[in-house]
């Protein structure tokens, strides 16, 4: 699966497409915070590309909720992102963002709604950062993901309902790569928020599940060794539970 390929699925409109390589300068001076977050940024991309622009001229969907336009850009690394780089790309551009990676083996789509910050004036604060699984081989779930993403498929009430479809889509791509279940749209917005406190759940357990399992293979001490063993047993029939919810 190739960035190419990604970007084609969304089925853009010509007056959407604006490819525009952008300097990481850029990223320097808006996104990094820190001499840290520069160096991450220097270290880790390649190439940062803004390709097309969502706007009410470019689709014929109106603004709504503070989404004037949504951003496609596509990203190449030198190494595998951290979710800090990620949150830097998202923070760094005043508008949300559908970030499409290029991976050594696949490519990785993400998106991070935005909301105002509360102490800087004109400022944006990535609420949360939601990043899909890395797409190499093109899976049933892949073929389902990327056939959902088509621009005149997706809602039309307003660019905010847009990005948040899109959210849904990462979401929903996500629960299927966890889970081997189908890919499945959520039917409303009640649905996505279960699946989403879902995932959160999933995640929880899982590190839970790790540090149990670590834990336990690294006990010297044997009577001790059996009682770690046993509640990393307990943790995993919750690991297991968390996983079944998302099919």
């Given at each position: 699966?190739?960035v190419?390929?990604?970007?084609?699925?969304?089925?853009?409109?010509?007056?959407?497409?604006r490819?525009?390589?952008?300097p990481?300068?850029?990223?320097?001076?808006?996104?990094?915070v820190?001499?840290?977050?520069?160096k991450?940024?220097?270290?880790?991309?390649?190439r940062?590309?803004?390709?097309?622009?969502?706007?009410?001229?470019?689709?014929?969907?109106?603004?709504?909720d503070?989404v004037?336009?949504?951003?496609?850009?596509?990203?190449?690394?030198?190494?595998?992102?951290t979710?800090?780089?990620?949150?830097?790309?998202?923070?760094?551009?005043?508008l949300?963002i559908?970030?499409?990676?290029?991976?050594?083996e696949?490519?990785?789509?993400?998106?991070?709604?935005?909301?105002?910050a509360?102490?800087?004036?004109?400022?944006?604060?990535v609420?949360?950062?939601?990043?899909?699984?890395?797409?190499?081989?093109?899976?049933p779930?892949?073929?389902?993901f990327?056939?959902?993403?088509?621009v005149?498929g997706?809602?039309?009430?307003?660019?905010?309902?847009?990005?948040?479809?899109?959210?849904?889509?990462?979401?929903a791509?996500?629960?299927?790569?966890?889970?081997g279940?189908?890919?499945?749209?959520?039917?409303?917005?009640?649905?996505?928020?279960?699946?989403?406190?879902?995932?959160?759940?999933?995640?929880?357990?899982?590190?839970?599940?790790?540090r149990?399992?670590?834990?336990?293979r690294?006990?010297?001490?044997?009577?001790?060794?059996?009682?770690?063993?046993?509640?990393?047993?307990?943790?995993?029939?919750?690991?297991?539970?968390?996983i079944?919810?998302?099919?």
């Amino acid at each position: 699966m190739t960035v190419e390929e990604i970007v084609a699925a969304f089925a853009l409109p010509a007056g959407a497409i604006r490819p525009t390589r952008i300097p990481k300068t850029v990223l320097n001076e808006r996104g990094a915070v820190t001499a840290a977050d520069r160096k991450l940024v220097d270290a880790t991309i390649d190439r940062l590309d803004w390709v097309a622009t969502l706007s009410p001229a470019s689709v014929g969907v109106v603004a709504g909720d503070g989404v004037a336009a949504i951003q496609v850009m596509t990203l190449t690394v030198r190494a595998a992102p951290t979710q800090r780089l990620l949150t830097l790309i998202h923070r760094a551009v005043p508008l949300p963002i559908v970030l499409i990676t290029a991976l050594e083996e696949g490519v990785r789509v993400s998106l991070a709604p935005l909301r105002k910050a509360e102490r800087m004036e004109n400022e944006m604060v990535v609420e949360r950062l939601i990043v899909g699984p890395e797409i190499g081989a093109l899976t049933p779930a892949a073929a389902s993901f990327l056939a959902s993403l088509a621009v005149p498929g997706l809602s039309r009430v307003s660019l905010d309902r847009v990005y948040e479809g899109l959210v849904w889509r990462v979401e929903a791509l996500v629960a299927a790569e966890i889970s081997g279940a189908s890919f499945r749209l959520p039917v409303d917005a009640d649905d996505a928020v279960a699946r989403r406190n879902a995932l959160a759940r999933h995640d929880a357990v899982a590190v839970e599940w790790s540090r149990a399992r670590n834990a336990a293979r690294s006990e010297k001490n044997l009577s001790r060794q059996v009682a770690l063993a046993e509640a990393a047993r307990v943790v995993k029939t919750r690991f297991d539970a968390a996983i079944l919810a998302l099919a």
